[in-house]
């Protein structure tokens, strides 16, 4: 598991030491090994002597990038069912927040999912927070599905015989802490989480040896989202079948060809730079054993052997062609089917439009990646309803919130954001076929707004309309035939 997330990092990330790491400098596990890597262009040495020029195109990480944006350009919308409790929602969803859950998004797409938290400190904060784990510090447990608990680790101090790490379990009820020092390999021995600064202020809240009692038992104050499943490599792995996958699964083979495409193009460019063949009799010596110089650009220059007193016609001007129209069309054809095996449409990818379109448009274009995203809120509706129960049974139990923990309903806004038009005609008809009330319509012209100011704005329209209007003058009867 830990190889393949070490793997998507490095496409994430696209540091090409990282990529070469990868695919180089792991041991041969069976036999075959060797012409396996042979398959991997990020695996081949380069020839001693030669600069490196391998170029790496940020595909992977572009993909996590749009999968964040499709997913939560804005914020989620969660409510309770009660007004208190749905207004200290709101709250909590600030852009802070919002940011957290976007950067989560953005992780979840590139390493197959992602862990939320709660975390709560009264000295930073008068109610708790959430923040994200990523999957590859983390082990989960499950049992018939429901997370049971999560370990999670951090390296708090590296010197040269010892590495320091932070355990951190949550199971329903209790976080319990562990601070391990040992080497890179070994988690080593335990000893107090006074021992670092890291953790000692932990030790004033521990309840039990090294647990803190949350006190919302049987709730976990962590949550994993999956960003898709099945978990293909490891869905027969009981350890690992619950977790996600990520947008690149499978899709590795094609990212190191569009890199080694995108290489060779730039390659070709280099090479056919501009040569001018020029006679060594034609050069200026700056002195016995100084060199010659030409009186042109330096980078044109190619000195050659042609004889003795040789005219201006010896002069040769060399330009090689680039192939572009072939080079570009292998890179945006490789490009293409990752974004499609990625189970996005290219116009989500940057595809140019060509004119300005309506939301509506927008959305029928990117009918393939709205598809891809309503699966994705499949997965984080329920693991963000199950986080934010957590959040507040926190925010009840230790800052004494006036609200009722309960599990709460997830909405998340459409892709796009509609067009204006299109709303009011929308609303228009259903007002007209009595097919909604006024406060519904309001709720669905504002949906950013809480349930007060949805009710107070409700319950104003259908006041004004129930207002007699001024009497409207009635136009004098025609005369009889006669009068």
């Known amino acids: 598991m830990f190889e393949k997330f070490a793997e998507w990092s490095a496409w994430y990330s696209g540091d090409p030491d990282a990529l070469a790491s990868v695919y180089t400098s ?13 398959r991997w262009w990020w695996g081949t040495r380069p020839t001693p002597g030669q600069p490196i020029t391998k170029l790496h195109v940020p595909a992977a990480a572009d993909l996590a990038t749009l999968s964040a944006d499709l997913l939560l350009s804005q914020p989620p919308r969660l409510m309770a069912a009660d007004t208190a409790t749905t207004d200290r929602l709101a709250e909590h969803m600030d852009e802070r927040t919002h940011a957290t859950l976007r950067e989560a998004a953005e992780i979840a797409a590139a390493l197959g999912g992602v862990w939320l938290r709660v975390n709560w400190d009264s000295e930073l904060s008068t109610r708790p927070w959430l923040d994200l784990v990523h999957p590859d510090a983390a082990v989960g447990q499950w049992r018939h599905g429901h997370l049971t608990g999560v370990t999670f680790w951090r390296t708090v101090a590296i010197d040269d015989k010892s590495v320091t790490r932070h355990l951190e379990e949550h199971t329903p009820g209790q ?45 976990i104050t962590a949550a994993y989202i999956p960003n898709m499943r099945p978990a293909r490599l490891w869905r027969h792995s009981p350890a690992a079948a619950m977790l996600g996958r990520p947008d690149i699964e499978g899709l590795e083979p094609l990212l190191d060809q569009l890199d080694e495409r995108w290489s060779d193009w730039m390659r070709e460019v280099r090479l056919a730079k501009a040569r001018l063949l020029v006679p060594h ?19 044109l220059l190619t000195a050659m052997n042609m004889g003795p007193a040789p005219d201006a016609s010896a002069l040769q001007l060399v330009q090689p062609n680039i192939r572009v129209r072939e080079l570009s069309a292998t890179t945006e054809a490789v ?5 499609k095996s990625a189970g996005y449409s290219a116009q989500s990818f940057g595809g140019s439009e060509g004119s300005e379109l ?50 709460p309903r997830v909405e998340f806004p459409p892709i796009a954001d509609p067009d204006a038009l299109d709303v009011a005609q929308s609303l228009n008809l259903l007002r007209s076929a009595r097919a909604a009330s006024t406060r519904t319509l309001v709720a669905t012209l504002h949906p950013d707004w809480d349930n007060a100011a949805v009710t107070a704005e409700a319950a104003l329209i259908d006041q004004t309309a129930t207002v007699p209007g001024p009497p409207v003058a009635q136009p004098p009867p025609e005369p009889l035939e006669g009068e």
């Open 175 to 219: 976080i319990s802490h562990g601070l391990y020092v040992g080497d890179r390999n070994v988690l080593g021995v335990r000893v107090p989480l006074t021992e670092h600064p890291t953790t000692a202020a932990l030790a004033r809240h521990l309840t039990s040896g090294d647990t803190i009692d949350t006190g919302i038992k049987p709730l």
């Open 281 to 299: 009799s034609f050069l200026e010596s700056a002195g016995r054993g100084k060199g010659a110089t030409f009186d042109a650009d330096a980078e």
């Open 26 to 38: 792991a041991p041969p596990p069976t036999t075959g090994w060797f012409s396996r890597l042979a």
């Open 358 to 407: 309506t939301a509506t448009e927008v959305n029928a274009r990117n009918s393939r990646s709205a598809l891809t995203r309503r699966k994705k809120v499949s997965y984080w509706a329920p693991g963000l309803a199950a986080i934010a129960q957590a959040l507040l049974a926190i925010d009840k139990h230790v800052f004494g919130a006036a609200i009722t923990p309960t599990r």
């Open 335 to 339: 490009l293409a089917q990752i974004v």
